[in-house]
């Protein structure tokens, strides 16, 4: 019996202790989201004058800077960029991202020649689906890590655009929605859409004033497509990161509730056995009395 008590104990105290775990981690998880969030609508003002001065330059050059007609690249190669976690505990998070970017990207017309995965868990499920990865990139751990992560991608891309290795990029991540639900999304980053374009040449400027590039436009809208470019991957990973923490929430809250359903049971034999145990030392004492008593009556 004092086995089985001290056995019950052990399991009461580890369960205890994981509990307290899974409460910090649910504690971080939640104030991470907030903190991700917070980057994501702190960039519309920057990309809003980005969208400008990308305005300001298709106006002067016209529409046209680096696209191509879909029916061109049929024999061109295919890169994506795809956002997942390094660490588990996290749900389906991955698996749904991979799921998503496989099942589009098989779609297109053209050759899949290269994926740079961000996390070591997603290319992990990548490679389990035979796909051509890129060395793994991890996955920043606050905001401010997230851009140089974005300006090594950059590079990456563009350095493997020019060698001629990959002509399209896509990029995809999960994107946070109410609660603790996420959806996997993806958009063509490379080349840039030709209906945009025309859609921000034909914009109508926010002053009187018409807009002009000094020393010509085609070296400025370089640049800004650039910073285009960059804050579309700082925003997709800042939503992959609260995404991946809202999953984590969810994952650390159904963990708490098994864990709570847990301490119960086990409390509840803990107390149920300490009973039992009463009740035999009472029956004991009860019957050496009543024997005791009876042997001295007897006499």
Sequence with gaps: MSGTIESLTRKI????????????????????????QKAVHSLDDYAS?????????????????????????????????????????????????????VKTLKALPGTITK????????????????????????????????????????????????????????????HPKSGSLYEPVGKRL???????????????WP????????????????AFIREYLFVLLFQACAESLASENASRLAAMQRAEKNIDGILEDLNLKLHRIRQESIDEELFDVISGYEALTGVRRHV
């Excluded at 580890?14 to 998880?29: C, F, I, N, P």
């Excluded at 980005?50 to 029916?71: K, S």
């Design 13 to 36: 105290s580890g369960a205890t202790d994981l509990e307290a775990v899974v409460r910090s981690m649910k504690a971080l998880a939640a104030s991470s989201i907030g903190q991700y």
């Design 190 to 204: 490379l080349p840039l859409d030709l209906a945009w374009q025309k859609q921000l040449a034909a914009a109508p």
């Design 115 to 174: 994926i740079w995965p961000l996390g070591e868990r997603i290319h992990a499920l990548l490679d389990d689906t035979g796909m051509p990865t890129a060395g793994i990139l991890p996955v920043p751990g606050s905001v401010n890590a997230i851009s140089g992560l974005v300006a090594q991608i950059l590079i990456d891309v563009e350095t493997t655009r020019e060698h001629g290795d990959v002509v399209e990029v896509y990029l995809f991540h999960n």
């Design 207 to 222: 002053t009187k004033l018409p807009p002009e590039v000094i020393q010509g436009a085609k070296s400025p809208l370089r």
């Design 49 to 101: 004058t980005v969208e400008l001065a990308l305005t300001a330059c298709l106006r002067q050059t016209g529409p046209g800077y680096d696209t191509a007609e879909t029916g061109s690249l049929k024999k061109h190669g295919i890169g994506a960029i795809v956002f997942g976690s390094d660490q588990g505990l996290v749900g389906r998070f991955n698996e749904v991202v991979v799921e998503f970017a």
